[in-house]
């Protein structure tokens, strides 16, 4: 019974390339948010949807683009991958009421060589 | 910019000790504050949160919230060598869902 799924768990790619990370949610949220964690464990939130409308984009390269096609799913597409891009990216979702509490999905490990 | 600050330990606590874990938040508006617990290599897991002042508890978790000083805590009573992992803190505005994360505290339990 995964609340937040995302695929795939790991992503070995070289510079330049576009790849694509795909997160799903069965919690019947509304809202779902895409986290950079870098190295140094810092997370930090990338984006935001609320029932597939972007509510928070925050200062990150346009070469990430988030698209939802539905309230239950959020993708992450990166093009032309960097170096500095390696991290992993959680996706989370919480309701759009209450007090936001947020569940996160198992993270996808990126590593751009 | 709203920030949110943590020791980034790491803190160590013998097993049976409370392990004392802070955090403080510049933003005055900020309205809710949440504790994760991640392990390395996992995701972060909701342990608790907390919106009113004074002490919320869950089990061997207590949130400690002080909104005049800007100030939120997690005790964890009767440590475990299982809480060893890195404790985030996160601070959400009124009706925002965006989260302000801490850069985690790193709490090893000392068998």
């Known amino acids: 019974d995964t609340a937040v799924s995302q695929t795939p768990k790991y992503l070995v790619t070289q510079m330049g390339n576009d790849k694509s990370i795909k997160c799903e949610q069965n919690?019947?949220?509304?809202?779902m948010y895409w986290y950079k964690q870098d190295s140094k464990k810092f997370l930090k939130i990338m984006f935001s949807?609320?029932?597939?409308?972007?509510?928070i984009n925050e200062t990150v390269p346009n070469r990430f683009s988030p698209k939802s096609p539905d309230k239950a799913h959020l993708n992450l597409h990166i093009n032309s991958l960097e170096l500095g891009d390696s991290a992993v990216y959680f996706c989370?979702?919480?309701?759009?009421?209450?007090?936001?509490?947020?569940?996160f999905g198992p993270g996808t490990r990126l590593t751009v060589t | 910019q709203k920030e949110v600050e943590q020791n980034s330990g790491p803190l160590s606590v013998p097993e049976g000790a409370i392990a004392s874990l802070n955090c403080t938040y510049s933003?005055?508006?900020?309205?809710?504050f949440f504790w994760y617990r991640q392990y390395s290599g996992k995701s972060p897991e909701l342990i608790m949160f907390?919106?009113?002042?004074g002490d919320k508890e869950d089990g061997r978790f207590t949130a400690q919230l002080n909104k005049a000083s800007q100030y939120v805590s997690l005790l964890i009573r009767d440590s475990q060598p299982s809480d060893s992992a890195t404790y985030l803190c996160?601070?959400?505005?009124?009706?925002?869902?965006?989260?302000?994360f801490g850069k985690g505290t790193k709490l090893s339990v000392i068998p």
């Open positions: 996160a601070a959400s505005g009124a009706g925002s869902y965006q989260l302000t």
């Open positions: 933003d005055r508006g900020s309205q809710s």
């Open positions: 989370a979702s919480s309701r759009r009421d209450g007090y936001y509490e947020q569940y």
């Open positions: 919690l019947g949220h509304d809202t």
């Open positions: 949807y609320n029932n597939k409308e972007l509510i």
């Open positions: 907390i919106y009113s002042n």
